[in-house]
């Protein structure tokens, strides 16, 4: 296959029911992540920083408390999510527009992933929570290495919990661990904390990714972040790093 990735997903949104796509691409250069490769949730119907300029990216991210803060006093918001939209995403975007990515199965696309010994991240850009989570068990199930995933859709109505086998639960200024305790008690959590000088609560260690600003693992060889399919403590890390 001459192709760089793959629709594995065309569909209504889990989260309000709007055209979106799951891109999986099989080769990056994410120095974070090392080698893996990545799934974009991203709409169908529009670039992705259109989506982002008129709200309706809600359809691939709910209402994530990343995708931007309201400043009290002048009303004014400001983005705090770490994914560059105008590159990846609007990348993925214009290539599918092109025609440059064939649909394939999750089952094909995650046989291709086997044949590779290639690990996936589930949501480099959207929230896993916006796909059925069986389109996820199709593709992970048949490629039978590794994955990372994280959602913020744990407190929805329209969440699957069966998700969070395989994704980790976001904690963050707005979603809290007792939040998460009371409604999924045995799910595992990614947790953005403040600063280096934030306590780590029961049970959480820190991302090994990073250590005083420097890199000291990738995602690939770390594998800790893949939900309750890994028996391993909770992850904590300061937001930026």
């Not at 983005?79 to 990348?91: E, K, L, W």
């Not at 780590?200 to 260690?205: D, F, N, R, T, W």
Request: hydrophobic letters at 35%; aromatic letters at 8%.
């Amino acid at each position: 296959m001459k192709a760089n990735g793959a629709v594995i997903y065309n569909g209504p949104s889990r989260i309000n029911g709007d055209p979106i796509i799951a891109v999986l691409v099989f080769k990056s250069t994410n120095g974070k992540t090392g080698n893996m490769a990545q799934v974009h949730i991203i709409r169908e119907d529009k670039h992705p920083m259109e989506a982002l300029r008129d709200d309706t990216d809600v359809a691939i991210c709910g209402n994530c408390p990343l995708r931007y803060v309201v400043n009290p006093d002048t009303g004014k918001r400001k983005r705090i999510c770490y994914v560059n939209t105008g590159f990846g995403p609007a990348m993925v975007y214009k290539q599918y527009k092109l025609g440059n990515y064939p649909t394939m199965t999750p089952e094909n696309a995650g046989a291709m992933l086997r044949a590779m010994d290639q690990g996936v991240r589930l949501g480099a850009y959207g929230d896993p929570g916006a796909v059925d989570v069986g389109i996820w068990q199709r593709l992970l199930n048949s490629a039978g290495t590794f994955h990372t995933a994280y959602t913020h859709q744990w407190k929805e109505e329209y969440f699957q919990p069966e998700l969070l086998t395989i994704a980790m639960a976001s904690i963050d200024h707005e979603n809290t661990i007792e939040q998460l305790a009371e409604l999924h008690p045995d799910a595992r959590w990614y947790r953005l904390l403040k600063s280096t000088s934030d306590k780590l609560a029961s049970g959480e260690i820190a991302c090994p990714s990073k250590s005083n600003g420097k890199r000291r693992i990738q995602c690939a060889d770390c594998k800790l972040c893949a939900g309750t399919s890994r028996n391993a403590k909770n992850i904590a890390i300061v937001e930026g790093a």
